[in-house]
């Protein structure tokens, strides 16, 4: 068994090498990556290059089912762990990701067995894999700890027909790089499934059933006028006052979105204790700030649109000057969040500004999946 995994190691260094990706490679990985390797008899389907179709349009089709460890919707656009996985991994080849949610892990498969996927993100079983005849390797590179301290399942895989087609091959370097410069463990951070802890969901249950109620029409209009999702602004009205509209902070923010006094005048509030008022200004604010990162792709511009309404506009621009000096993309979430994160010790602001982003993506998941039973993207 050693010594066939000694031979994994070296054709795993080799895949890394030839993309320019050294990567140390331990048993667990050469584990995690056996599949891949190992599964490229299975098929015998016509052989076909999957990676010159996908350069050659311009496009790379990813397939998957919802999941915490995979995609969801925030209501601006898709977000998680595997899609903003696969997004960057769109990115390193310089292609558009056309990432399509579908009802289960068989349909998931079956497309891409049919030709019609290019690989399918998943928590398929490994047999439910290879009845399909098709090859699959660990999403994470073997990093299974990542996922699994924050609450994920560490069962996420890519999906491929073909083994050897250069397009498996540079997916297995972007992990493997993507775990060895912690891309791996900041995504998994972010995405955090104990986020809010257990203890409290009854109670924010109760509170939703009680309130929301009251202010869903109210959070639908408004959302409806800037087109974005309800449950998005709902989220943030939740996580603002917990749904009360005379909430009153130390620092004199009130009302449901609680509103300063100089952004309720700027956008037409008079009352801020009133609750249709506050979520019309708390909306049309949101609205301006998205407006104000349009430079940034979606999910990251949620993101930011999010940290400038907790923490300002100015005090967000100081953090990406900060994160740009340091020699990275200061319009990539994750090296926002980074920072954020990092710093938070010695800032109760930055740490502020995690909870705040990090829990309403958590109520946004929850409201959704316990309005539809459902996710609907």
């Given amino acids: 068994m050693q010594n066939k995994l000694s031979g994994v190691a070296r054709r795993l260094r080799l895949t890394c090498q030839t993309n ?3 990567v140390r ?5 050469a584990l995690a990556m056996l599949p891949l390797l190992q599964l490229h008899a299975i098929s015998s389907k016509k052989e076909t290059n999957e990676y010159v179709d996908v350069m050659n349009n311009n496009r790379l ?10 995609v969801f919707n925030n209501g601006q656009s898709l977000h998680g762990f595997g899609y903003d996985l696969m997004r960057n991994y769109a990115k390193s080849l310089n292609v558009q990701l056309d990432f399509k949610i579908v009802a289960d892990e068989t349909t998931a498969l079956q497309l891409v067995a049919d030709g019609k996927a290019n690989m399918a993100l998943t928590n398929a079983s490994m047999q439910t894999i290879e009845n399909k005849k098709l090859n699959f390797f660990s999403a994470t590179c073997g990093n299974l700890n990542s996922l699994e301290k924050h609450g994920l399942s560490s069962n996420i895989s890519l999906v491929v027909s073909n083994a050897t087609d250069p397009l498996a091959q540079t997916a297995t370097g972007f992990t493997c ?12 951070s972010f995405y ?3 986020t809010v802890d257990e203890n409290s969901w009854e109670t924010i249950e109760q509170d939703l059933k009680k309130r929301m109620p009251i202010y869903k029409a109210s959070f639908k209009r408004e959302a409806q006028k800037y087109n974005f999702d309800w449950q998005f602004l709902a989220a943030m009205g939740y996580q603002e006052s917990y749904l009360k509209p005379n909430s009153v902070s130390p620092t004199g923010v009130r009302g449901l979105m609680m509103l300063t ?4 005048k700027a956008m037409g509030v008079t009352d801020r204790n009133n609750p249709q008022q506050s979520i019309q200004g708390g ?21 930011y649109a999010l940290v400038a309404y907790n923490m300002g506009p100015g005090a967000l621009s100081t953090i990406q000057s900060k994160v740009s000096k340091q020699g990275k993309n200061p319009n990539e979430w994750i090296n926002i969040y980074t920072y954020l994160k990092t710093h938070q010790v010695s800032n109760g602001k930055y740490k502020q500004a995690v909870q705040y982003v990090t829990r309403i993506r958590a109520y946004i998941e929850h409201i959704q999946s316990n309005e539809a039973g459902t996710l609907d993207v």
């Avoid at 490679?25 to 990985?29: A, F, P, Q, W």
């Avoid at 006094?261 to 309720?264: D, E, L, M």
């Fill in 192 to 194: 955090n499934h104990n």
């Fill in 261 to 264: 006094n100089n952004t309720a």
């Fill in 283 to 303: 909306a049309k604010y949101l609205d301006q700030l998205l407006e104000q990162y349009e430079d940034i792709a979606y999910p990251d511009r949620a993101w």
């Fill in 177 to 188: 790089k993507a775990n060895d410069n912690g891309y791996i463990d900041q995504l998994a």
């Fill in 20 to 22: 320019k990706l050294p």
């Fill in 25 to 29: 490679l331990s048993i667990i990985t």
């Fill in 61 to 70: 089709t990813v397939v998957s089912v919802k999941s915490p460890n995979t």
